[in-house]
Nanobody, 125 residues
Framework: QVQLVESGGGLVQAGGSMRLSCAAS????????MGWFRQAPGKEREFVAA????????AYADSVKGRFTISRDNAKNTVYLQMNSLKPEDTAVYYC??????????????????WGQGTQVTVSS
């Protein structure tokens, strides 16, 4: 059974930074694409960023491009989301998810089978 546990959320002022972490169980973490999604109150879950197994490919939503950076440490079974220049509209529950072994349709939630429980990020104005 794969378990994903997010951490690092909280309250930050607009313009500030925050780093989310997602620790994964299982010995095959390094084989899979990992993604971050978010869901704001009253809105659908949306794609934020994704990274392939080797970190050679990354993808970002237009709304976070240039401000957020996804990375991974396969030795630690952990994926990160560094968030800079945060805006109030970034307020949401952030989820990490494990995708497939190939790089494709990474922006679609249906490409991910396992999900964490989420961590709240609140950006005050």
């Amino acid at each position: 059974q794969v378990q994903l546990v997010e951490s690092g959320g909280g309250l930050v002022q607009a313009g500030g930074s925050m780093r989310l972490s997602c620790a994964a169980s299982g010995r095959t973490f390094s084989s899979y694409t990992m993604g971050w999604f978010r869901q704001a109150p009253g809105k659908e879950r949306e794609f934020v960023a994704a990274i392939n197994w080797s970190a050679g490919n990354t993808a970002y939503a237009d709304s976070v491009k240039g401000r957020f950076t996804i990375s991974r440490d396969n030795a630690k079974n952990t994926v990160y989301l560094q968030m800079n220049s945060l805006k109030p509209e970034d307020t949401a529950v952030y989820y990490c998810a494990r995708g497939g072994v190939t790089w494709g349709s990474v922006g679609s939630a249906s490409s991910y089978r396992y999900w964490g429980q989420g961590t709240q990020v609140t950006v005050s104005s």
